[in-house]
T-cell receptor, first 109, second 117 residues
Framework: GQNIDQPTEMTATEGAIVQINCTYQTSGFNGLFWYQQHAGEAPTFLSYNVLDGLEEKGRFSSFLSRSKGYSYLLLKELQMKDSASYLCAAMDSNYQLIWGAGTKLIIKP | GAVVSQHPSWVICKSGTSVKIECRSLDFQATTMFWYRQFPKQSLMLMATSNEGSKATYEQGVEKDKFLINHASLTLSTLTVTSAHPEDSSFYIC?????????????FGPGTRLTVL
């Protein structure tokens, strides 16, 4: 079956770095997405990886290892506004997104 | 990035009534739109995939006669919750895929919060 695993909740300190891991199993693979979702709002796109390696975009970076079925989202210089849920989603061979349950990130001063 | 709008943003209705939610892609054509439901503190749950000009594909456990989906044009899909009941109260989110864009990315609407009394 298809499955996405990510931690339920993480806590980090303002100004620090945090890494949110995600492992996936899908029927075929057409890329790995990370979305940010604040409470009561719709998800917003953060990153997309389809090739192995690290993609850097400002304070946020995303890594993919296709052979390991593994990705992580790295957030640097954490700000209070980064408190949100981070959703990992893998796109299968039918171009359908398989969603993880999300990781709630709590930022403390 | 591409913009997707949803209307209404929130709606309160009485049990037994029907509610229609619109999802529009504003600056791109979306042959495929997705409808999700999200209960508090839970992840997105795909309800159905809506393809322009054809019948929607519903996920297992989603009643197609209760959640009517129409995708009549390349920029508009509608979800109608028929005979709504309190257990249908949820956050409904649509997304649209821009096949002409990068990475088959899905762009999300702002969501519609439905409360059934």
């Amino acid at each position: 079956g298809q499955n996405i695993d990510q931690p339920t909740e993480m806590t980090a300190t303002e100004g620090a770095i945090v890494q949110i891991n995600c492992t996936y199993q899908t029927s075929g693979f057409n890329g790995l997405f990370w979305y940010q979702q604040h409470a009561g709002e719709a998800p917003t796109f953060l990153s997309y990886n389809v090739l192995d390696g690290l993609e850097e975009k400002g304070r946020f970076s995303s890594f993919l290892s296709r052979s390991k079925g593994y990705s992580y989202l790295l957030l640097k210089e954490l700000q209070m506004k980064d408190s949100a849920s981070y959703l990992c989603a893998a796109m299968d061979s039918n171009y359908q997104l398989i969603w993880g349950a999300g990781t709630k990130l709590i930022i403390k001063p | 990035g591409a913009v997707v709008s949803q209307h209404p943003s929130w709606v309160i209705c009485k049990s037994g009534t029907s509610v229609k939610i619109e999802c529009r892609s504003l600056d791109f054509q979306a042959t495929t739109m997705f409808w999700y439901r999200q209960f508090p503190k839970q992840s997105l749950m795909l309800m159905a995939t809506s393809n322009e000009g054809s019948k929607a594909t519903y996920e297992q456990g989603v009643e197609k006669d209760k959640f009517l989906i129409n995708h009549a044009s390349l920029t508009l899909s509608t979800l109608t919750v028929t005979s709504a009941h309190p257990e249908d109260s949820s956050f409904y989110i649509c997304s649209a895929r821009d096949l002409g864009g990068e990475a088959n990315e899905q762009f999300f609407g702002p969501g519609t919060r439905l409360t059934v009394l």
